[in-house]
């Protein structure tokens, strides 16, 4: 089954697991290869929710049928990628639209209809901090949808995430929202000091990120290349360059494992989706350590940092300050009867903040911007199964309750316009030289403000955007009139990158830029592999596949051959001008031969 796992699609496995023709032991099987499959790669989790939340809507009552114990089988053993994708309203609008009268309900057989219900309990009860499937489920028993719970003793175990943080986030932005409906000068300073906290917090939660992220891709490329170097090494004798490189790669590698582990337990803690990823550069570098030791039982690690080391090290354990960073325990120790004024007393940042009572813009953008990112933004909204009269009973009930956080998400959005523009040091302090006290003052500017607009000019820097993802093609891309930069010029090889004028939909932050390989040589060209990787911090680097590894014999009759690969660049801030890339060329023109360098381009 193993060997038919690899070679099939993951849309193969979802068919025949919810083939209502299959015999039941085969079925079960495939659902075998169909977990098995959303497991090892990243992307399934998300394809194979989408397919099988139509197919849950199947004239076919067994293929529904059947697709319910599939989805059920991949909740249980598939982890918690799956559980983050079913717990979206765009799987759950499916359950709702098969239950409910008003969409399949009267067509679906009672023996599905028990089956899903009894599903969408269970995830409710076992996954509480997923709190969708309780909305959802509530939402069917108001509409008589459920008349009553099942009955069932089988609940999923599992162990929801840590929610110390989320539950401060949640305190932070209710007593925020108190403060500003306050008409105290005194409350409005607390909440300019509750903001640059909460500013602060996510400044440091987004750089463990990236620094996550950057040490992991590092850590694979660094990986990749020295197991090329070793292939290399057992068809043909080192230089002693090689071997420096060899060893430096090996050092950085050794020192990278303790992070790696510690990132796993991290992801691990918190269910991240990305534990698989790190588990799995983590396995491929400690293959790549032991290789290396084979190969050299003699090397010895020195206690003086390679260069290499340097370049590709960051440091964050300063924010954009330079102030250290540091952790505050009191806050989170205290309960929720503290004052307004002393629960921002500890910390002396805060304090040293003008309190003149103005609220800074950029701070509350990101502040307001942080506590409402909690719902996926992929995601679609609930469908609604009431009656029109009901559902404008609904809207009008919950208008006082909306309406005390609009000041809140007016503000905010007011503020996106500006955000990671270059005026907005310019504008933070031109709003602290007004010293406006007043809260009448903030929503003034408030009430002209055109919501629709405001969203569509909020920026998408690549602080979630994994170039993995992204599928981008040499008939897409428009090579802009911009000098090409020569990379190498070696043994015949001459390697040269073009820069694009467009990028990938929907990435405008992302460079691209084109590298093309050509050959003078007179005797063919084969086994061709390149491989670059960015050593500058903070940048995200993708090289695609080529699609040919030979380049012909060089003829000056005829027309030249080449071999063009895309190469994405994702610097994750707005101040980097210039990005260092390493790259390794492993190539056979009658013997084995490789070249490796540097290059540096300019932003």
């Known amino acids: 089954m193993d060997g038919i796992t690899e070679r099939k699609p993951l849309e193969y496995w979802i068919t025949r697991a919810t083939d209502p023709f299959v015999a039941e032991e ?48 991949c909740v249980r053993r598939c982890g918690a990628r799956v559980h983050n994708e079913i717990a979206k ?53 108001e509409q008589k949808v459920i008349l009553e719970d099942p009955e069932v003793s089988d609940l999923i175990r599992i162990t929801p995430p840590c929610r110390l943080a989320t539950f401060e986030d949640e305190e932070k932005a209710n007593l925020l929202s108190q403060l500003l409906k306050s008409n105290n000068p005194e409350d409005l300073q607390a909440a300019n000091r509750l903001i640059k906290s909460m500013v602060r917090s996510e400044e440091q939660k987004m750089e463990r990120l990236h620094k996550r992220i950057d040490d992991v891709e590092k850590a694979k490329n660094n990986c990749r290349v020295l197991n090329e170097i070793l292939a290399y090494c057992n068809t043909e004798p080192m230089s002693e360059r090689e071997s420096e490189l060899a060893a430096e790669l090996y050092t950085i590698l050794v020192e990278m494992r303790p992070s790696l582990f510690r990132y796993a337990g991290e992801a691990a803690e918190y269910d991240d989706a990305a534990l698989a ?18 190969l050299f039982p003699d090397h010895k690690l020195s206690a003086k940092t390679s260069p290499a080391k340097e370049l590709v090290s960051v440091d964050y354990s300063r924010n954009r300050n330079g102030s250290s960073l540091s952790t505050s325990k009191a806050a989170s120790s205290r309960g929720s009867h503290v004052s307004i004024v002393d629960l921002l007393c500890n910390d002396p940042e805060a304090n040293a903040v003008d309190t003149t009572g103005v609220i800074d813009r950029d701070a509350l953008r990101a502040a307001s911007n942080a506590n409402r990112g909690s719902s ?44 990671f523009s270059s005026d907005a040091a310019k504008k933070e302090s031109t709003a602290k030289d007004g010293h406006s006290n007043s809260k009448d003052d903030i929503h003034s500017s408030v009430h002209p403000l055109d919501h629709n607009s405001s969203k569509m000019m909020r920026p998408n820097r690549g602080a979630r955007l994994s170039l993995s993802s992204i599928s981008f093609s040499l008939e897409q891309v428009q090579i802009a009139a911009r000098p090409p930069l020569l990379i190498f010029d070696e043994n015949f090889i001459r390697g040269m990158l073009y820069f694009s004028q ?64 895309i190469l994405l660049i994702l610097p994750f801030s707005d101040c980097i001008e210039m990005v260092e890339f390493d790259f390794v060329l492993l190539f056979s023109a009658s013997s084995p031969k490789m070249i490796s360098g540097s290059f540096s381009l300019h932003m």
């Open 26 to 73: 085969d079925r079960i099987k495939y659902v075998d290869a169909l977990c098995e499959r959303i497991i090892e790669e990243a992307e399934s989790p998300q394809i194979a929710m989408r397919i099988l939340g139509h197919k849950l809507l199947s004239p076919e009552q067994a293929e529904a049928m059947n697709t319910l114990k599939a989805i059920d089988m």
């Open 89 to 141: 309203f765009r799987f759950l609008n499916q359950i709702v639209r098969l239950l409910s009268p008003k969409y399949n309900g009267e067509v679906t057989s009672a023996e599905v209809k028990a089956q899903a219900i009894e599903m969408l309990f269970v995830w409710q009860k076992s996954m509480r901090h997923l709190t969708k499937f309780k909305q959802v489920y509530d939402m069917l028993k």
């Open 277 to 294: 990823d790190i588990l799995a550069v983590n396995d491929a570098v400690n293959k790549t350590v032991q290789q290396y030791k084979n």
């Open 376 to 419: 996926p933004s992929d995601d679609v909204a609930l469908i609604c199964i009431s009656s029109s009269n009901e559902q404008d009973g609904r809207e009008q009930h919950h208008t006082e309750n909306d309406s005390s956080s609009s000041a809140l998400d007016d503000l905010s959005l007011l503020l996106d316009q500006s955000v």
């Open 502 to 565: 467009n990028s990938p939909p929907g990435t405008r932050c992302i460079t691209t830029t084109v590298i093309t390989m050509s050959s003078t040589n007179t005797i063919p060209v084969t086994n061709i592999k390149l491989s670059v990787s960015a050593k500058t911090p903070n940048v995200q680097s993708r090289l695609f596949d080529a699609e040919s590894d030979v380049l012909p014999a060089f003829s000056p009759t005829s027309a030249q051959s080449t071999i063009s690969q």
